[in-house]
């Protein structure tokens, strides 16, 4: 009886495996090629010829390594006091002004902060109008006669690149104390609190992952800055790849140093998101009173102006006034045919990596849509690492795997068809723009995914029911829907190749200038009045996604408020 039921059973199928897809396998390589230059950094940390960690512990790492953190928590802390200070008053009260230095506040994130460097030596050196106006007015002689403090040190790098940086909390910040509700602070204030306690008891702790997260933010690209901390003569883990590097002929050693960053980096992205993680605030009303700003008025409002004022001034105004007082005197720079031929290699570069990042962004973002497996997945947020690490620490992870294969090909081709054949790749645009999407991989990501996360899957499954296949579905389905979130990111990943220094130092073809290699050539010589011109075209540029961010913003308080 059990061998007839045996017979009447059908034997049960075997499960087949998903296949994957060809979106899913373009997924896997572009998220593989974006990591390659990180993989490459810690292999050759971790294979050197010679012992070389223990000579850098041993010399010039300690110096190097509080340099640099000692760099981190002042701008961090300098940061978070800016911007979050700026974020409070613009939301919460009402002053004179208060429109438009709201979005004035975000103008230093239009300029470079090594540029900013330049300008304010030029204005505080010995033969600036400060020092001189200072001679003149006292009688002074000599720079023996009076005291002034050191301008190229750490802590006005520090100061600058605080300037530079504080718009990131202030961005935050102000975006969080705006999601808070109004009758919180109304309870409080009922409760006995004054603005000061309300501010420290209430806003402070709902804000403070927004704050936290701005100054991981901060922190992170003082840490992978190196214009500025040139320029200041200060020797920091990013100043340091580049002098054990191409001075002192070691790859080994300036990789390990590379990975000492990319130790810090994690730590600081670990730290914020655990800190994001230890405090969550849920508003049990989806309905939030709107908050009201306290209205200043008199000598409150004025100083409240001139809280904000102040780091706009120091923070860009100063700055981009000595650039055009210089552009203005020596107007003949503009006429400089390697300026011209700078901004036509940023352009060029600009736009190719723009293409370049969102293309391989659409297809991975698209392939993890499509696929059902996890690898692709779990690939997704770490192909984005690359924007955390420094322009000077992704140019060793391409530079010497770019030149393994360039040597590889040269021996092949020379077998197959003799005579000698040169680099390829290495010292190439190719090698360039391939850093730039590593670096700027997370722009794009980041503006794909956020769009295609939008378009409802229904759509998918009523193309395909139409008889369309994947790739039919992206160009005509998704593509015009998420044309307008590609566009903004090309915008950002266009920007920020042109304010990129470090990477285009080291990887720029021989005779290749941007105009960031311009302006730091030119000031590396003393030469500000030559700089001025490719500085203030980098500041134009820079200016755009500041405008962009405005329109949106004013668009939607407009709607929140209809």
């Known amino acids: ?25 373009w997924a896997l390589v572009v998220a593989a090629l974006v990591l390659a230059p990180i993989v490459a950094v810690v292999w050759i940390a971790a294979t050197p010829g010679d012992p070389v960690w223990a000579h850098l512990t041993s010399t010039v790492l300690p110096r190097y390594l509080m340099n640099s953190l000692l760099m981190m928590a002042l701008v961090g802390l300098g940061t978070g006091l800016l911007g979050a200070g700026a974020a409070w008053l613009v939301v919460m009260y009402d002053f004179a002004g208060k429109r438009w230095l709201q979005w004035a506040l975000l103008a230093p994130l239009a300029l ?25 007015l006292f009688g002074w002689q000599s720079a023996r006669d009076y005291w002034f403090f050191e301008i190229r040190s750490l802590w006005s790098a520090a100061f600058v690149l605080t300037l530079a940086l504080y718009p990131y909390v202030y961005l935050l910040t102000r975006a969080a104390l705006r999601e808070q509700s109004a009758s919180l602070n109304e309870v409080a204030r009922a409760l006995g609190c004054g603005p000061r306690m309300v501010f420290w008891r209430v806003a402070l ?15 992170m690209e003082t840490l992978a800055d190196f214009g500025t901390v040139n320029y200041f003569a200060v020797q920091t883990l990013t100043t340091g790849i580049f002098t054990t590097w191409l001075q002192s002929y070691n790859a080994a050693g300036a990789a390990q140093i590379a990975c000492v960053i990319l130790v810090l980096v994690l730590v600081l992205a670990g730290t914020e998101k655990f800190s994001r993680r230890a405090r969550r605030y849920h508003s049990l009303n989806s309905r939030r009173a709107p908050h009201v700003p306290t209205r200043l008025r008199g000598l409150r409002s004025a100083l409240a102006a001139i809280a904000c004022l102040v780091p706009i001034l120091l923070g860009f105004v100063l700055p981009v006034g000595v650039l055009v007082q210089l552009g203005l005197t020596y107007f003949s720079a503009w006429g400089n045919a390697d300026l011209w031929r700078a901004a036509l290699h940023t352009l060029l570069l600009g736009g190719l990596t723009a293409v370049v990042v969102l293309g391989a962004a659409t297809v991975v973002v698209y392939g993890v849509r499509l696929s059902r497996h996890r690898l692709p997945r ?12 420094p322009g000077a620490v992704l140019a060793i992870g391409v530079l ?9 090909l040269a021996e092949a081709l ?21 850093a730039y999407t590593v670096r700027f991989f997370a722009i794009g990501q980041g503006a794909v995914d956020g769009a295609l996360g939008r378009v409802t899957p229904s759509m998918d499954m009523a193309a395909r029911s139409l008889g369309r296949n994947s790739g039919q579905v992206l160009r005509a389905v998704h593509l015009p829907l998420i044309k307008g979130s590609i566009q903004v990111g090309a915008l950002l990943i266009f920007v920020d190749v042109v304010k990129e220094l470090p990477a285009t130092l080291i990887l720029r073809p021989f005779n290749f200038e941007t105009l960031a290699t311009h302006v730091y050539n030119q000031a590396s010589l003393e030469n500000l009045p030559l ?32």
């Open 414 to 434: 020379e077998a197959l068809f003799g005579g000698r054949f040169g680099l390829l790749l290495t010292g190439s645009v190719a090698a360039l723009i391939f």
């Open 400 to 408: 010497f795997p770019l030149a393994a294969l360039d040597n590889w």
């Open 205 to 219: 702790p709902l804000a403070r992952p927004a704050i936290a997260a701005g100054m991981a933010i901060a922190m």
């Open 1 to 25: 009886m059990v061998d007839q039921v045996t017979q009447v059973l059908p034997k049960p199928k075997r499960r087949r495996r998903a296949r994957p897809d060809i979106w899913s396998v």
């Open 378 to 389: 779990l690939l997704l947020p770490v192909a984005t690492l690359g924007y955390a690490a």
């Open 112 to 136: 470079p902060a090594y540029i900013g460097a330049y300008a304010l030596v030029d204005f505080l050196e010995y033969a600036g109008p400060v020092q001189t106006g200072l001679r003149n």
């Open 531 to 562: 700089a001025a011109p490719a500085a203030l075209l980098v500041i134009l540029v820079s200016l755009l996604p500041l405008v962009l961010i405005a329109r949106h913003e004013h668009g939607r308080n407009q709607a929140r408020d209809d």
